[in-house]
């Protein structure tokens, strides 16, 4: 186990890459080597979350996502926070979870994405509803983990097929799935389905006037489409095809993202 000798009044920084630095209070600073274990064992060295509510979680790294570097680079912070306290304390230095890594996160959505990531050994399982699915996707998105969010996105499917067409394009851009904003989409310029005066706050009005160009090409795709099936008595009438939601899509938001600025 490696350890850190640094003078007295100067604030430790270390990462995972094996080198940190050290500030002192008159600026001066120093590279200090250090190398944060990533065995099992000392993966198991508690991290402690404190939230505005007053909760408090003791959770191990080896119990959350392994996938985010954000959790790496705290988690290398706290763990030589650990094993150095004689020089944490003489600085004054906390080891509690830095506040902001946690400022937009509530106690009951962290406990979400604990149910899926912290399961030992328990013949009881904690099954997830679907607002706790929905807490794991937005901790995914803050804390870089793309296969937790791919997965809660997954789960979340059935959920988001009873939404409306504009509550699946503003959840799609709350948590950045772009398969509901398309379904949302979908939905929308194909069909008779309003979005309301709250929607369409929340989606933005330069949105809501590229959906509302797509819906008319959409309706005329549709008559051309009506057209050749009179013609073609072996045809029957299916509406636009799956092709041409996907160029409707590209034409509304080529050269303009459909997530928010």
């Known amino acids: 186990m490696s350890t850190l000798n640094v003078d007295e009044g100067y604030v430790v920084t270390p990462t995972l890459s094996g080198t940190s630095t050290a500030n002192s209070d008159t600026g001066a600073t120093r590279e200090v080597k250090t190398t944060v274990p990533k065995d099992y064992t000392l993966s198991m060295m508690p991290m402690m979350f404190n939230f505005p ?18 959790l790496d680079d705290l988690y290398a912070r706290h763990y030589v926070c650990r094993i150095n306290e004689f020089h944490i304390a003489s600085i004054g230095r906390s080891c509690d979870m830095d506040n902001d890594f946690i400022a937009d996160v509530s106690a009951e959505e962290f406990r979400g994405l604990l149910k899926l990531s912290c399961r030992f050994a328990s013949e009881e399982v904690d099954v997830l509803t679907a607002d706790d699915w929905m807490a794991v996707l937005k901790l995914a998105k803050l804390w870089d983990m793309p296969t937790t969010h791919e997965k809660a996105a997954k789960e979340l499917d059935s959920e988001i097929d009873r939404r409306t067409a504009g509550e699946q394009m503003i959840l799609a851009r709350r948590y950045s799935v772009e398969q509901w904003f398309k379904q949302g989409f979908k939905m929308f310029v194909t069909g008779k389905e309003k979005i309301s005066d709250d929607e369409r706050k929340t989606i933005g009005w330069e949105t809501y006037a590229r959906l509302l160009e797509a819906k008319d090409k959409a309706w005329i795709a549709a008559e051309k489409a009506y057209e050749n099936t009179r013609k073609d008595k072996r045809r029957h009438f299916l509406g636009i095809s799956h092709a041409d939601h996907e160029r409707l899509f590209l034409e509304a938001f080529v050269g303009s993202s459909w997530m928010p600025e």
Not at 59 to 65: D, E, F, S, T
């Open 53 to 70: 509510n007053g909760e408090k979680f003791c959770v191990p790294r080896a119990g959350l996502p392994a996938e985010s570097k954000r």
